[in-house]
């Protein structure tokens, strides 16, 4: 990995965006992953079929806080078909880590809440 790529990964761990909870979000979901103990809950804002507004917060790992201001950042005026169109990999892909099987679990934390957010729309 460059090392511009590792300090741009190292500041998201450190200054990660979107971290912290909305006062009335329109679908809040909390995820666990099961192999390591990550928590992460994703809050959304959605006015007329556009998220406005993503936050995340919770207990986890590098990795997973990583993931999570990756995700919030890319869906952030997106619509929800066009979100719902996104897949893991596409996630992957964004936050394009070398990640063993174990830690790809914990890039995917926050894509599953935001699948189950999703479905409770």
Do not use: W
Request: glycine share 4%; hydrophobic share 35%; with cysteine.
């Amino acid at each position: 990995m460059h090392d511009i790529k590792r300090d741009e990964i190292m500041d998201l761990y450190k200054n990660p965006h979107n971290k912290g909870y909305m006062s009335k979000p329109t679908v809040s979901v909390s995820k666990k992953n099961p192999m390591c103990g990550d928590e992460v809950n994703l809050q959304l804002k959605i006015d007329n079929g556009i998220i406005t507004d993503a936050k995340f917060d919770g207990n986890a790992c590098s990795v997973s806080i990583i993931s999570s201001s990756v995700l919030t950042d890319y869906i952030i005026g997106k619509s929800i078909n066009e979100v719902k169109k996104i897949k893991k990999n596409d996630l992957l892909k964004l936050i394009d880590m070398n990640l063993s099987t174990s830690r790809i679990s914990c890039a995917s934390v926050v894509f599953s809440a935001l699948q189950n957010a999703l479905e409770d729309l």
